[in-house]
């Protein structure tokens, strides 16, 4: 079986060298690139499963690049910055980021945070629980491709965290889901960094769809899709 891919963009030579030997040691297959031009020619060249990006990177800074990845392709993304700003992590996210890491950081850390997103990401396929295809207002949501297509074909990528969002809604239907439904297997507690990771996913997938009353808040529940949804 292939190893899974990962591509680490940074622009420090030593954190560059450090995660690409930690990484193969743990049965990955690590590419290391030090900028934006160097990462667009590896996506096309390479599959990639999971892009590690740093966030203060020369030239193209990884906030942008996350962005222009996220327009173009589902593949999980986990953002690194030497700043521990709580903006950071937002504006990170608003992007299309699946997680974010502050440096300095264990490669540890890192690691099990690489896992836990490939394993969401192994799981986001159809299952007993979803439906193939999902039709609501002028938008169609494809469970196996994972592709969010509206009524002229055109198709908007999303990320890990707003494609797990949305179809959560779309199988609940006009079942309000709090935000704890809405995290993996329902089962963490809310808290302010967490409240605010989902409510900016849901900001996000808003703007997506061009119409805010597809998802509607209930104030002190949670959210629910508010259009009707077929799904075959």
Not at 91 to 111: Q, S, T
Not at 135 to 143: N, V
Not at 145 to 158: M, Y
Request: with cysteine.
């Amino acid at each position: 079986m292939e190893l899974p891919h990962i591509l680490v963009v940074d622009d420090d030579l030593e954190i560059r060298q450090l995660l690409y030997d930690y990484l193969s040691k743990n049965e990955y297959r690590v590419t290391t690139v030090p900028d934006g031009g160097a990462m667009r020619m590896c996506l096309k060249r390479a599959r990639v499963d999971l892009l590690v990006l740093d966030i203060m990177l020369k030239g193209d800074d990884g906030l942008s690049l996350c962005r222009e990845v996220r327009s173009k392709s589902h593949t999980p993304i986990i953002m690194l910055t030497a700043r521990g700003d709580s903006l950071d992590k937002v504006v990170g996210f608003e992007m299309g980021a699946d997680d974010y890491l502050a440096k300095p950081f264990l490669p540890r850390e890192l690691l099990a945070r690489i896992k836990a997103v490939l394993r969401r990401v192994d799981r986001e396929g159809p299952g007993e629980n979803y439906a193939a295809l999902y039709r609501f207002a002028t938008w169609s949501l494809d469970t196996e491709t994972r592709n969010l297509t509206d009524a002229s074909g055109v198709v908007s990528p999303l990320s890990g965290s707003e494609y797990r969002l949305l179809v959560k809604l779309l199988a609940a239907k006009k079942r309000v889901l709090s935000r704890a439904q809405l995290t993996d297997g329902g089962s963490r507690r809310a808290n302010n960094q967490f409240d605010r990771g989902i409510d900016v996913c849901i900001s996000r997938l808003r703007q997506i769809l061009r119409e805010p009353n597809i998802i509607k808040t209930v104030h002190g529940e949670g959210y629910v899709i508010g259009v009707d949804v077929e799904s075959t």
